[in-house]
C-alpha cells in the first residue's frame, strides 16, 4: 500500500511538472501565434499635389505572385466606370471590355478608386471574371468610403484606413499596385509593388521610389508606407 502512494505521489508530481512548463511556455511573449491586423493604413505620397479631380487613382489588392497591370501610356476601362469605346475597340481588339478583364481584372482581388475626393471599394464576390458584357462592366457597384473605412487628402498625400475584412482576399498575405489614369483613361504610372505583405498585427511595409523626369507630379507616386494593427 506505501508503495502505491509513492507511486501514486510521483505520477501527481510529473503532471504539476509538465503543467508548469507548459504554463510557462504559453506565457512567453516570444512564442506567442502572431495575430492577424484588422484594420490597414496606407499612406500613397505623390510627387506634387493632388488632383482626384483631374486624375484617377486605383490601388489594386491581389495575393501575392498573381497580380498584372498593364503599362503606363495605354488605356484602362476601369470596372463601374464610362468607357471610350473607340479606345476600348482599339485597344482590345475583337475582345473588347474581355480583353482587360482577362489580362488585368482577373487577377485583381478587388480596387479602390480615389476620383473627385472620394474613394470608392470595388470588392466583388469571387473577384472579377476573364470575360465581361458591357452591361455587367457598368453594373459593378462600389462601397463608399465612409462604409469601408477613413480617407483624407493633405496636400501631396492621400491616406486610406479601413477595416481589412472588407477586401476580399480571404487570406492573410497581398500584394498591391497604384495607377494613375488621367480623365480619358490613359494611364499615366503604373507602379506594381509585387511583395509578399502579411497582415499581422504591427507589421509595416514601403518605400520611397526613385523617379526622373516628372511630366506630371500630381500622378507620379513618390512613396508608399502600409501598415496593420
Same mark, same amino acid.
Request: net charge positive; aromatic share 14%.
Given at each position: 500500500m506505501t508503495r502505491l502512494r509513492i507511486a501514486f505521489s510521483f505520477f501527481v508530481l510529473v503532471l504539476l511538472t509538465i503543467g508548469g512548463i507548459s504554463g510557462?511556455?504559453?506565457?512567453?511573449?516570444?512564442?506567442?501565434?502572431?495575430?492577424?491586423?484588422?484594420?490597414?493604413?496606407?499612406?500613397?505620397?505623390?510627387?506634387? !499635389?493632388?488632383? /482626384? $479631380? #483631374?486624375? #484617377?487613382?486605383?490601388?489594386?489588392? $491581389?495575393?501575392?505572385?498573381?497580380?498584372?497591370?498593364?503599362? !503606363?501610356?495605354?488605356?484602362? $476601362?476601369?470596372?463601374? #466606370?464610362?468607357?471610350? #469605346?473607340?479606345?476600348?475597340?482599339?485597344?482590345?481588339?475583337?475582345?473588347?471590355?474581355?480583353?482587360?478583364?482577362?489580362?488585368?481584372?482577373?487577377?485583381?482581388?478587388?480596387?479602390?478608386?480615389? $476620383?473627385?475626393?472620394?474613394? /470608392?471599394?470595388?470588392?466583388?464576390?469571387?473577384?472579377?471574371?476573364?470575360s465581361i458584357t458591357d452591361s455587367l462592366h457598368n453594373g459593378y457597384l462600389a462601397i463608399a468610403s465612409s462604409q469601408f473605412g477613413n480617407t483624407s487628402f493633405s496636400d501631396t498625400k492621400i491616406h486610406l484606413e479601413f477595416d481589412l475584412l472588407r477586401l476580399g482576399l480571404g487570406a492573410t498575405h497581398m500584394t498591391l499596385a497604384v495607377l494613375t489614369l488621367d480623365s480619358n483613361g490613359s494611364i499615366i504610372d503604373a507602379q506594381n509593388f509585387n511583395r509578399d505583405m502579411e497582415a499581422l498585427s504591427n507589421n509595416q511595409y514601403g518605400d520611397t521610389l526613385s523617379r526622373l523626369n516628372v511630366a506630371i507630379p500630381a500622378a507620379t507616386l513618390k512613396s508608399w508606407s502600409l501598415s496593420f494593427r
Open positions: 510557462c511556455a504559453s506565457r512567453d511573449p516570444s512564442i506567442r501565434k502572431p495575430i492577424a491586423g484588422a484594420r490597414m493604413t496606407l499612406d500613397l505620397t505623390f510627387m506634387g !499635389a493632388v488632383n /482626384s $479631380a #483631374q486624375y #484617377q487613382y486605383v490601388i489594386a489588392f $491581389a495575393l501575392p505572385g498573381t497580380l498584372v497591370i498593364p503599362n !503606363a501610356n495605354t488605356y484602362l $476601362a476601369i470596372p463601374g #466606370q464610362s468607357i471610350n #469605346q473607340d479606345r476600348t475597340s482599339s485597344t482590345g481588339g475583337t475582345e473588347g471590355l474581355s480583353y482587360f478583364y482577362r489580362n488585368f481584372f482577373s487577377t485583381w482581388k478587388d480596387f479602390i478608386l480615389v $476620383a473627385n475626393n472620394t474613394a /470608392s471599394l470595388y470588392a466583388p464576390v469571387g473577384g472579377f471574371p476573364t
